[in-house]
């Protein structure tokens, strides 16, 4: 079964760093997504992205945050000087048919 | 912004019933979802239900819809040990999916 994957699982940075988190979406779907979860809170939406723009961001995702697909596959999440409150889950979705969302394993990101 | 709400708890017995409650606010919502998260680990897709539909089965899981309340519910049967995870609700309309905050299921042997 087709599978969306994220690298790396855990990435431990100082405060003020960038980051990079990685996804692979499944190669037919067109829409992606990030999401972020803070431990023991819901799942929250961060941008969706379409034809290679921005589709819909919510609030949180500020002026720290970008994405793109550098290379047609890949889709990341770059955030530019990492805080304290950015540690989280980060997850990766693709929608493919059928209005399902396939989640990568995510990426626990700690900020230290 | 558009809410879903899931009650924060379960705990049932080994072998009973399940049964996780979410309501939701988007009118337009089209398939509603519930997701399995297990600890540390990603979201898996368990089942979802177009919003045209009142009922769904599929093995061990039971989804109802009720369309005019805005309610969703998820029954596990014959639940297991190994069904304690967070399960989460979420609402589809345009290219945007809502999640609940999840319900945590103990399933107490």
């Known amino acids: 079964e087709p599978e969306v994957t994220q690298t790396p699982s855990h990435q431990v940075t100082q405060m003020g760093q960038e980051v990079i988190l990685r996804c692979v979406p499944i190669s037919n779907h067109l829409y992606f997504y990030w999401y972020r979860q803070i431990l023991g809170q819901k799942v929250e939406f961060l941008v969706s992205f379409y034809n290679n723009e921005i589709s819909e961001k919510s609030e949180i995702f500020d002026d720290q945050f970008s994405v793109e697909r550098p290379d047609g596959s890949n889709f990341t999440l770059k955030i530019r000087s990492t805080k304290l409150e950015d540690s989280a889950m980060y997850f990766c979705?693709?929608?493919?048919?059928?209005?399902?969302?396939?989640f990568g394993s995510g990426t626990r990101l700690t900020v230290v | 912004g558009e809410d879903v709400e899931q009650s924060l708890f379960l705990s049932v017995r080994e072998g009973d019933s399940s049964v996780i409650n979410c309501t939701y606010t988007d009118s337009s919502s089209t398939y509603l979802y519930w997701y399995k998260q297990e600890p540390g680990a990603g979201l898996q897709l368990l089942t979802y239900?177009?919003?045209?539909?009142d009922m769904k089965q599929d093995q061990r899981l039971t989804v109802l819809l009720n369309k005019k309340d805005k309610h969703l519910s998820l029954r596990i049967a014959d639940t297991q040990t190994g069904d304690s995870a967070i399960y989460f609700c979420a609402s589809y309309n345009n290219n945007d999916m809502r999640f609940g905050a999840g319900t945590r299921l103990t399933v107490k042997p």
């Open positions: 979705a693709t929608l493919g048919g059928g209005g399902g969302y396939t």
């Open positions: 239900i177009f919003s045209n539909m």
